[in-house]
C-alpha cells in the first residue's frame, strides 16, 4: 500500500480528502498538521482524534511556531514589510511554513505522494505545489478538491455517504488564525465595496480609553514588553495581541494581485504585527544612516512581493535575509505606543544609538558639528553640477539665438 502524507487542518476539504484517499485511492494516509500559532491545545487534541475516527494510519502535530518566526518573521520585522502597505502577509507566510514542514514529514516518511486540500482557485495551491516541487521532486502531489472540481456540497454529500459525522454547516466567515495575524473572508470581501461587519472579527473591542505600551527590541527583535521579558520574540507577539487586540488595533482589508493573476480582497486582523512593524520602523529611522533606511525600503518591498508569490526557496532570499540582519546591529532601544480604540501612535524612542543625539545638533534650532561658513561651501559644491547644467544650456540656447 503506498504512503501519502496530507496537510490535514481538520476541515471540510482536508476531512474529504482523507476519505477519498483511503476508500477510492487505496492509500495509507498519514495526516499532519502544522501549528502556526492559530491553534489551542484542545483544538490540536480534537484535530487529531478526528483524524483517526477518519481512519488515517497515523497523525502528527507539528509545532511550527517558534520555528515560523526565525524562518520568516523575523525577517519581515526586519523588512518592516507590507504588502501594498498595507497587508502584513498573515497567511502566505504562514502557508509556506506549513509546507515546508510537510516536506519535511514526507521525506522522514518516505512516502510516495503528498497531498493538500487547495481548491484551484486561490494562492495556496501554487505554494504548496511549488515548494514540493522543489523540496520532493519525485513525490506525487495529490489534490483531490482542485483536480474532481468538487463543489461543497458534493464534498458534504460524499463525506454523508460514508457515515462521516461532523458539523456541515459553513460560518458565515472564513478564518484562518496565526501567530502573524487572522484573515478574515466573508461575503463583503467578494466584491470591491464593503467592510466586514463588527460581529465578523474574531477579536472583539472590549477596551475603551487609551494605554501606552513600551516595546524593547535587541537588534531588531522584540524581547520585551512593558518591562516584561520573554524567552523568545514569538511569545512577546501573542503577549502584546493580548493587549492590543481588544483595542481593534489592526483591522482593515487589503486587496492586492494574487499569484495566479486575479485580483483578492480580504480582511485581517493583526493588532500585535501592525503595531510591532511601525514600532520598529520608528527605532530605525533613529538609529539607521539614510542608505541603510533607502536600501533597505527597496530589498524589502522585493522581499515581501517574493515570498507572497511563495518563492522562499530562492537563494535570493537568504542573501536579503543576510542584508536585512545585517541592518539591525544598531536597532535596539524602546518604542512607546500609545494605544487607543481601533488605531494606535508611537509617541518616541530610546536608544543608545539614536542618530539624533542633541550633541550633534537641534535640527532647525542650532548647530554644533559645523559652522556657517562649512555649509556655505557645501552648498555650493554640492549643487555645482547642477549649475554647470543649467550655464551650458544658457550659454547654448543665447548663442543659438544670435
Not at 55 to 80: E, Q
Not at 95 to 124: C, F, M, P, W, Y
Not at 219 to 232: P, R
Request: overall charge negative.
Amino acid at each position: 500500500m503506498k504512503k501519502v502524507v496530507l496537510g490535514f487542518s481538520g476541515g471540510l476539504d482536508t476531512t474529504y480528502c482523507v476519505k477519498y484517499l483511503t476508500e477510492e485511492k487505496g492509500y495509507e494516509v498519514h495526516s499532519v498538521i502544522v501549528n502556526t500559532g492559530g491553534f489551542t491545545r484542545e483544538e490540536l487534541d480534537k484535530i487529531a482524534v478526528h483524524a483517526k475516527t477518519l481512519g488515517v494510519t497515523s497523525h502528527t502535530t507539528v509545532d511550527a511556531v517558534k520555528g515560523y518566526y526565525d524562518r520568516i518573521i523575523k525577517y519581515l520585522v526586519f523588512g518592516n514589510v507590507l504588502k501594498n502597505n498595507t497587508y502584513p502577509l498573515s497567511v502566505s507566510a504562514e502557508r509556506l511554513v506549513q509546507a515546508l514542514h510537510i516536506a519535511e514529514h514526507v521525506q522522514k516518511l518516505q512516502a510516495d505522494a503528498v497531498a493538500h486540500g487547495s481548491t484551484g482557485a486561490g494562492n495556496d495551491q501554487v505554494r504548496f505545489d511549488m515548494v514540493f516541487h522543489i523540496m520532493i521532486p519525485n513525490v506525487e502531489i495529490i489534490t483531490p478538491i482542485r483536480d474532481l472540481k468538487l463543489s461543497r456540497e458534493e464534498e458534504i454529500s460524499y463525506l454523508k455517504s460514508k457515515g462521516v459525522d461532523m458539523n456541515f454547516e459553513k460560518a458565515a466567515y472564513s478564518i484562518n488564525k496565526g501567530l502573524w495575524g487572522t484573515s478574515v473572508g466573508g461575503k463583503e470581501t467578494l466584491h470591491s465595496k464593503g467592510m466586514l461587519p463588527e460581529e465578523a472579527w474574531p477579536t472583539q473591542v472590549t477596551k475603551t480609553g487609551s494605554e501606552e505600551v513600551k516595546l524593547h527590541f535587541e537588534k531588531g527583535e522584540l524581547t520585551a514588553v512593558n518591562d516584561q521579558s520573554f524567552e523568545h520574540p514569538s511569545a512577546a507577539i501573542q503577549y502584546l495581541q493580548t493587549i492590543a487586540g481588544a483595542y481593534g488595533i489592526g483591522r482593515d482589508i487589503h486587496v492586492g494581485d494574487t499569484i495566479i493573476g486575479i485580483k483578492g480582497r480580504v480582511g485581517f486582523e493583526a493588532a500585535a504585527p501592525m503595531v510591532i512593524l511601525k514600532a520598529h520602523h520608528a527605532l530605525e529611522k533613529h538609529v539607521l544612516t539614510k542608505w541603510q533606511l533607502s536600501w533597505k525600503d527597496t530589498i524589502a518591498n522585493f522581499y515581501g512581493n517574493w515570498l507572497h508569490e511563495g518563492q522562499i526557496l530562492d537563494p535570493v532570499m537568504r542573501d536579503i535575509e543576510a542584508f536585512l540582519q545585517s541592518a539591525q546591529a544598531n536597532v535596539t532601544g524602546d518604542v512607546f505606543v500609545q494605544l487607543q480604540p481601533y488605531r494606535f501612535q508611537v509617541t518616541g524612542i530610546e536608544s543608545n544609538y539614536d542618530l539624533m543625539s542633541s550633541k550633534f545638533g537641534k535640527y532647525g534650532e542650532m548647530n554644533s558639528g559645523w559652522s556657517g561658513q562649512d555649509v556655505r561651501g557645501f552648498s555650493k559644491i554640492f549643487g555645482n553640477q547642477t549649475s554647470m547644467y543649467y550655464q551650458v544650456k544658457k550659454d547654448v540656447e543665447g548663442a543659438a539665438g544670435n
